[in-house]
């Protein structure tokens, strides 16, 4: 009886055991894999990156180095959207990745503690000038590609040669209202709704940086800038004469667009293989929003990669090691050029399967002819959390375009802080 | 006699210390930890400096309207979807335990929205909400009722509250049943012995008798109504406007949009204490209410 008990006790302390160690164990298991992974050094090193599109494609490069080199490449998915927060807590953890990418500005500004110095990569001399990121003197960012946004058109309906600046823009939108037909729209995804557009007055500014640092200080009123008054009024003009952007998402824009419902919308390169799914029956481009008559399109880095440098010495190295290879070996810019359809940022490379927007970007960014991403400098969450607020006012609202150009101003100071 | 006390003991160390255990380390060391650095102007990321500001967060909360609107959305929202889903929780409660021949699929059916996740919830919603109703409005011409809900502050916020309680009323209804299932025959024969008809009978009978149900009912909804995020992000993302932004969310953002981890602490705090002190008089007040048999 009282063995019974007994063995009855011990088991469930055994299973009580079980339960916790088992707890325990999965942390232990995890720390230890990292531990190996920082002590074991050169055979392995991880890659975690925000480029949804090529996820398969790393994937399989990974395959491809370790067949080339030996080293194991381990690549973390991410769903995309909370990249930057997955990121920032694994580095914060010291359960970081080796190699990982970031949005050169504000985001590796705030990281800037965990950048490695990459200066001594063979390839630095031939990345295209002011692509590199830089911290304090020291390359630590190496650009993905260049992107470039502004109106991605459909070439049959609209002739850019006689839309030139903000008014002809707005006229055609009037236009082509009047033949029941949308001209121009936006749609609801906070970057689409409002922060790339807003770039276009903040890049058109003599010194953008330190316009927008002015304004984030209070010193600098936006009211009273043409270039903000005029893109107030494009807004109102889409308000106006083309749908509520915020009844439609990214994809629906693009497909509108695929099937000529819309004849342009506010997007970059980047939105090429949507429509990659979609026969299409005209000719499409990427020009420059004309706002007070701009020429340039915004072209700029997205993304970079950076290595972390708060791993140890000999997984650091192997994290610049692959990066030396993915820039100079021939696979490495296969990789780039065809898997990735990067636009090339280092000198030597070339791309001859770039899709047609992309091939715009290229043109605007070798005749000079481009805008900054004021975009890289906006504060730190300002895009979600305050000015994509404000365009959901706005477009469900009677608010004027003074109200309009009030809030955003008051938004950055309040982000600012 | 000793030695069964002794014996005793063992089991309740067996059983209390690896909860015990579990709770200290994922609520009660959190909880201090961010109750420190609530106290500091800091990003969040160990290589960054932390700069002490003393009470200055808590001091910032009190002029930061967007926290304070924030605060009154969360307070309407909370009232509103609580009194809703225990309504109805009740009401589904008191229908699935009468003889109804579909009372068991009945009980399936209403429980099933608990079962689907909150953002999952929230997605499906929205495009009902969103696209459906514009649809309908555009077929049958009612576009006073059938209009894009989430873009409209106050519509969006009764969007939200009709899918919370859609999600809840389910759940709460279990717990009502097994409240009404707990009474005993005698009590409800002797009642209807007695002449008390259905009314009577449910108020006179039945609620005094499930106030414990109440209790336990109450205190859930009002702390996860309070605490609601999952169906606030993916039903509203907390627009138009942020008028429909609720606690959790606005210290989401603060933290991990804004970088503020600091103010975000204290933000988070100060709601803690507002979820406990609220709740706590809610149990108080029922728990006074309870009857025994």
Known sequence: MTLKKLMSLMFVTVLAATTILAGCGNNSSSSDSSNEKEGGGAGKIVIFQSKVEITDQMEALAKDYQAETGVEVEVWGTTGDDYFTQVKTKLANNQGPTVFSLAPGGESDQMSAYLEDLSKLSFIDKIVEGMTDEKDGKVVGIPYTMEGFGLVYNKDVMDMSAITDTDSLIGFM?????????????????????????????????????????VIAGEQTITEVKEFQEFAKLYA????????????????????????????????????????????????????????????????????????????????????????????????????????????????????????????????????????????????????????????????????????????????????? | MKARKKRDIGWYILFTVPLLFIFVTVVIIPFIVGLFYSFFDWDGLPLNPKVFVGFDNYIKLFSDTRFGSTAIQTTIFTLIAVVLINLLGLAFALLVTTR??????????????????????????????????????????????????????????????????????????????????????????????????FWQTLFKIKFPLLMPSFTICLFMTLSNCFKIFDVNLSLTGGGPNNATEMFAMNIYNEIFMLNNYGYGQAKALIFFIAVAVITLVQVSITKKREVSM
């Open chain 1, 237 to 417: 003009a889409i308000r106006k004469n083309s749908y509520n952007p915020l009844e439609v998402n990214y994809d629906k824009a693009c497909g509108d667009l695929a099937t000529g419902k819309i004849d342009a919308i506010h997007q970059g390169n980047w939105s090429a293989s949507m429509f990659a799914d979609y026969d299409m029956e005209f000719e499409m481009s990427l020009a420059a929003l004309p706002l007070v008559g701009n020429d340039k399109l915004a072209v700029s880095v997205p993304t970079a990669w950076y290595v972390n440098s708060q791993a140890d010495e000999a997984e650091k190295q192997a994290g610049i090691a692959f990066l030396e290879w993915l820039y100079t070996s021939e696979t490495g810019e296969k990789y780039l050029m065809d898997e990735f359809g990067f636009i090339p940022v280092v000198e030597g490379m070339q791309n001859e399967n770039l899709d047609v927007l992309s091939q715009e970007v290229q043109k605007y960014a070798e005749a000079g002819n481009t805008l900054e991403w004021a975009t890289n400098y906006y504060p730190a969450g300002i895009v979600d959390v305050y000015l994509t607020p404000i365009a959901e006012k706005f477009f469900t609202t009677e608010m004027t375009e003074q109200e309009l150009l009030e809030e955003i101003q008051a938004a950055f100071v309040e982000a600012g802080k």
């Open chain 2, 100 to 197: 109804l021949r579909t009372r068991n699929i009945g009980r399936t059916m209403l429980f099933m929205p608990y079962l689907i996740g909150g953002l999952i919830l929230g997605y499906i919603w929205k495009f009902i909400f969103g696209d459906a109703f514009g649809a309908i409005g555009e077929i049958t011409g009612q576009s006073g009722v059938f209009f894009n809900w989430l873009l409209d502050s106050k519509f969006a916020l009764l969007a939200l509250i009709i899918v919370s309680t859609w999600q809840m009323a389910g759940y709460i209804m279990i717990i009502y049943i097994t409240g009404i299932q707990a009474i005993p025959d005698e009590v409800i024969e002797a009642a209807s012995a007695d002449g008390a008809g």
């Open chain 1, 174 to 214: 009037v236009d082509e209202k009047a033949k029941d037909k949308t001209a121009f729209g936006l749609s609801e995804e906070s970057y689409f709704l409002i922060g790339h557009i807003l770039n276009t007055p903040f890049a058109l500014q003599e010194k953008p940086e330190e316009f927008m640092n002015a």
